[in-house]
């Protein structure tokens, strides 16, 4: 089947197979490995994007559930050259450790900060409490997300 959808920004279009994963299509039909694939369950949370501005578990999304939406990875995080205040946060705060988690986990913070850009520490943690992060244990991942909203000046909201 046919899908066309606007990935980061640009319309892409492909010829798919109906039963093919967003996660699939994000990384084998259109190169962005950024989004991990880990569990296929929507328990690990590793391969979160946004769906027309709402994070989805692109494990239990079929592409053609995309079909004439806009989807943002984490690829698109990054601007101008610049890192996005969360992406700083984690590398400033040690928000990461594999870093397998830490695509979904920066996304999932990029979207609470767009809509409460000074959250408190058990937003933060009902926020990511879907993803799984086997490594850290969440309190730099939580300091991560408030360096973020510490430092605000230099981010920008992304549609």
């Known amino acids: 089947m ?6 980061n920004g640009d319309e892409v279009a492909r010829e798919i197979e109906p039963r093919l994963l967003l996660v699939h299509f994000i990384r084998e039909e259109l190169g962005l490995t950024g989004t ?10 590793t391969c979160v994007v946004w769906m027309d501005d709402e994070p989805v578990k692109s494990c239990t ?9 806009r989807i ?12 996005d205040p969360v992406q700083q946060g984690f590398m400033d705060e040690h928000g990461l450790q594999c ?5 979904g986990m920066m996304m999932t913070a990029r ?7 000074d959250p408190d ?4 943690r009902e926020a990511i409490s879907g993803q799984i992060c086997r490594c850290t244990g969440y309190e730099n991942i939580v300091r991560a997300v408030r360096w973020a909203a510490e ?9």
Request: hydrophobic share 35%; aromatic share 4%; glycine share 10%.
């Open 61 to 69: 999304v079929l592409a053609a559930m995309a079909h004439g939406h």
């Open 2 to 7: 046919q899908v066309t959808m606007t990935v």
């Open 121 to 124: 520490e058990a937003t933060i």
């Open 36 to 45: 991990h694939w880990g569990c296929d369950t929507s328990n690990c949370g």
């Open 72 to 83: 943002r990875t984490v690829e698109d995080l990054e601007r101008a050259g610049g890192l």
């Open 151 to 159: 430092h605000p000046a230099t981010s920008e909201v992304h549609a």
């Open 99 to 103: 870093g397998f988690c830490t695509p």
């Open 111 to 117: 979207w609470l900060l767009d809509r409460d850009p």
